[in-house]
């Protein structure tokens, strides 16, 4: 099992493009989310979804969007970069509710950079 | 938002030292877990802990979760340069967890 997969692990964008970063999971895991992490600031939750059709707010949504029509993908996406935006995002699944079935499976990450 | 605080922010001791890190909220949760994240990569779950007042051993690794279920702290015995890494600690509802800014602990050979 490949587990949780993002592409791209780089990206430079320019103030006003936008991009979608792809995540994918093998394990038939329900619950998928995205967080974005920077320096001193831990890990921040932007949105996630509790299976196909299904995606809610996190903490930091603005300038984001989601969409889950299959239960392996979780595309976000980034309209209108800002520089604000710069972050690595990370994607991660649980197979149910995380604090009742034990376990956060983490992407490797996306360094996204807006210039 | 549940918020969680770590301390210290940064960690340095030379190998064969003890350390401990604290993750403190003024709110209660139902269980705590911590993760290790090291450069490049997601961060990986260590443990989670559940009852208040629970300590859990993982090898050199001891968690403790607070009698109010409002901290936990992490200890790490002769620790080692592998034990270098990010330590998150994570609490929050089914859905929305919540991390701490982190722990960035650097084990010097």
């Known amino acids: 099992n490949a587990g949780v997969t993002q592409t791209p692990k780089f990206r430079i964008l320019k103030i006003g493009q936008s991009m979608t970063l792809q995540c994918t999971q093998d394990m038939n895991h329900n619950y998928m989310y995205w967080y974005r992490q920077d320096p001193g600031m831990g890990l921040k939750l932007i949105y996630y979804?509790?299976?196909?059709?299904?995606?809610d707010k996190g903490e930091v949504p603005n300038g984001y969007n989601v969409s889950r029509s299959t239960t392996e993908d979780f595309p976000l996406r980034l309209e209108l970069a800002a520089p604000s935006q710069t972050s690595v995002y990370f994607c991660a699944s649980s197979y149910g509710r995380v604090m009742s079935t034990g376990e956060l499976f983490f992407g490797e990450g996306s360094r996204l950079t807006v210039l | 938002t549940q918020l969680l605080e770590q301390s210290p922010q940064f960690l340095s001791i030379q190998e064969g030292e003890n350390l401990t890190v604290y993750c403190n909220s003024s709110?209660?949760?139902?269980?705590l877990q911590w993760y290790r994240q090291e450069p490049g990569e997601g961060p990986v779950l260590l443990v989670t802990?559940?009852?208040?007042?629970e300590v859990k051993k993982l090898k050199r690794l001891t968690f403790q979760f607070g009698d109010a279920r409002k901290d936990s702290s992490l200890h790490i015995t002769a620790a080692q340069p592998g034990d270098t890494g990010l330590y998150l600690c994570?609490?929050?509802?089914?859905?929305?967890?919540?991390f701490g800014a982190g722990t960035t602990v650097t084990v010097r050979a």
């Open positions: 979804s509790v299976g196909a059709g299904i995606t």
């Open positions: 802990v559940v009852t208040g007042g």
């Open positions: 709110s209660v949760f139902s269980s």
């Open positions: 994570a609490g929050g509802s089914d859905y929305k967890l919540s």
